[in-house]
DNA sequence: CCCCAGTCCTGCGGGC
DNA sequence: TGCCCGCAGGACTGGG
C-alpha cells in the first residue's frame, strides 16, 4: 500500500527518466478492466509525445511526471506502482511510455487491482486541480505548529485524522499506527483533546518513521505487492511494532498483545499498555 | 460543515 | 483439492 514512503521511493527510482524525450504513451491493453485515465490514452500521446520530462515529483501519495506545459499524474492507490523497464508481471501492467534516452526504455505503470488513476494536467493548474482543497500540507513539510492546529480542529479520533488527506498528506493507514504507537498515543482519542506535548511527540516520531522507511524503501507487506522501482521489495516492514501484528507481543514493552480495532472501516493495530489515554 | 458508510477492484487466505 | 466468501484500503461520492 503505498503511502508517502513508498511514493516518495518510487520518485526515486525512477529519475533516470528526467531528460528522457517521451516516444510514445501505450496502452498495453491489460486484460483487466480498463485503467481510469484522463483524457484517453490516445490524447495524452497526442499532447506528450516528442516532449521532454523535466522532472519527477511527488504531491502526498501522487506522482507527477513533469514535462512542458503538462504533467501526468500517478496516483496508485492501494496496489499501483510506478516502475523502470520491468514490472512484477506483465499482466497488470496499465500504461506504457516508451522513451528516447540511453539511461532507461520504458517508465510503467503497474496496478494489480487497478484502483489507481492517471491524469494529464496543464502544469499550471496543478495547484488548483491537486492542492487546493483537497490536500493539506506534506506530511514531511508541515510545521509542528500547522501539524498541532489542523488536526486539532477536528473531534475525530487521532487515527482517523492522521488518514483524512485535507488535512496532511502522505499518512496512511500503515504508517498512522506506527507513530501512534511510538508515540504513546490511544489511536481513539478525539484529536481535539490531545495536548500540546502529545502533539509534540507525535509529529517528532512521524518525522523519524517515515525518514528510516525511506532509508528502508518503503514497507513490502505479506501480500508482497509493492516494490520500489526496480522491483526490489522494501525492508521497513521488518521495523514495524504494532501493524497486521495482532495477538503478538508488543515489541516495545513486551507485557501486551497488540489489539486490532476497526476505525472509519479500517484496521487500527495498537498496544493497551504503550498507548493509555 | 462535519462525519460516516458505500463503492471501486483483484488477489489471497480461511473455512468447509 | 477446489470452491466460495470475506477481507485488504486510498480516495471519492452521497447522504444524514
Known amino acids: 500500500m503505498p503511502e508517502l514512503p513508498e511514493v516518495e521511493t518510487m520518485c526515486r527510482g525512477i529519475s533516470p527518466v528526467v531528460g528522457a524525450t517521451i516516444k510514445r504513451v501505450v496502452d498495453p491493453n491489460c486484460a ?26 511527488r504531491i502526498g501519495k501522487r506522482v507527477l511526471i513533469e514535462t512542458e506545459p503538462f504533467a501526468l499524474v500517478l496516483q496508485p492507490k492501494m496496489t499501483g506502482l510506478v516502475a523502470i523497464d520491468r514490472a512484477p ?3 497488470h501492467v496499465r500504461l506504457i511510455l516508451t522513451l528516447a ?11 494489480s487491482r487497478g484502483l489507481g488513476t492517471v491524469a494529464l494536467i496543464p502544469k499550471d493548474d496543478v495547484q488548483r486541480q491537486l492542492v487546493i482543497g ?15 492546529e489542523r488536526l486539532a480542529s477536528t473531534h475525530r479520533p487521532i487515527k482517523v485524522a492522521l488518514l483524512d488527506q485535507k488535512i496532511l498528506a502522505g499518512v496512511g493507514n500503515l504508517y498512522a ?9 490511544d489511536p481513539r482519542t478525539p484529536a481535539s483533546k490531545l495536548n500540546s506535548n502529545a502533539y509534540r511527540r507525535l509529529f ?12 528502508h ?22 521495523k514495524h511494532l504494532v501493524y497486521d501484528r495482532e495477538d503478538e ?8 498483545a497488540i489489539v486490532r480495532i476497526v476505525q472509519a472501516q479500517r484496521s487500527t493495530f495498537f498496544c493497551p499498555t504503550c498507548q493509555k489515554r
Open 217 to 238: 524503501e518503503g514497507s513490502t507487506l505479506s501480500d508482497g505487492t509493492y516494490r520500489n522501482a526496480l522491483s526490489r521489495e522494501g525492508s521497513y516492514q521488518s
Open 134 to 148: 483537497k490536500l493539506g500540507p506534506d506530511a514531511l513539510a508541515i510545521t509542528e505548529s500547522d501539524f498541532f
Open 101 to 111: 534516452s540511453n539511461k532507461v526504455n520504458e517508465l510503467l505503470y503497474w496496478d
Open 89 to 91: 508481471d506483465a499482466a
Open 177 to 185: 499506527s506506527e507513530m501512534l504507537h511510538a508515540a504513546h498515543i
Open 204 to 215: 517528532q516520531q512521524m518525522l523519524r518513521i517515515l525518514l528510516e522507511a525511506i532509508e
Open 32 to 57: 483487466f478492466r480498463p485503467l481510469k485515465i484522463q483524457p484517453t490514452i490516445k490524447t495524452i500521446h497526442r499532447q506528450l509525445h516528442g516532449r521532454l520530462i523535466t522532472g519527477v515529483s
Open 249 to 256: 507481543n508488543c515489541r516495545s514493552c513486551g507485557k501486551s
